[in-house]
Nanobody, 120 residues
Framework: QVQLVESGGGLVQPGRSTKLSCQAS????????MAWYRQAPGKERELVAHITGDGTTGYSGSVKGRFTISRDNAKNTVYLQMDSLKPEDTAVYYC??????????????WGQGTQVTVSS
């Protein structure tokens, strides 16, 4: 079984920082691509950042330069450092494990999501 559990977030003032964590368990390998998505009310879920097994990262234009994705393979954990937060960053943030081999097929797995609200 693959399980992703996000933590962190909550209410943050504009301009401040917060850090999300995604604890992975199961068949997820250090070589698997991991990603953070977010979904704001009334909007579609969007990709925020991703990180490959060798540490290559990518970001959406709206967060580039403000957010940093990282991973600690020894702890099976992926992080999203969020700086200079804006009200438009308010959303539920989801962790995703991409193309995990479960012994039969490749599947994507999602965490349950964690709310980030940016407001004064």
């Amino acid at each position: 079984q693959v399980q992703l559990v996000e933590s962190g977030g909550g209410l943050v003032q504009p301009g401040r920082s917060t850090k999300l964590s995604c604890q992975a368990s199961g068949r997820i390998l250090s070589s698997n691509v991991m990603a953070w998505y977010r979904q704001a009310p009334g909007k579609e879920r969007e990709l925020v950042a991703h990180i490959t097994g060798d540490g290559t990262t990518g970001y959406s234009g709206s967060v580039k330069g403000r957010f940093t994705i990282s991973r600690d393979n020894a702890k099976n954990t992926v992080y999203l450092q969020m700086d200079s937060l804006k009200p438009e960053d308010t959303a539920v943030y989801y962790c995703k494990a991409v193309r995990v081999w479960d012994g039969i097929a490749f599947n994507d797995y999602w965490g349950q999501g964690t709310q980030v609200t940016v407001s004064s």
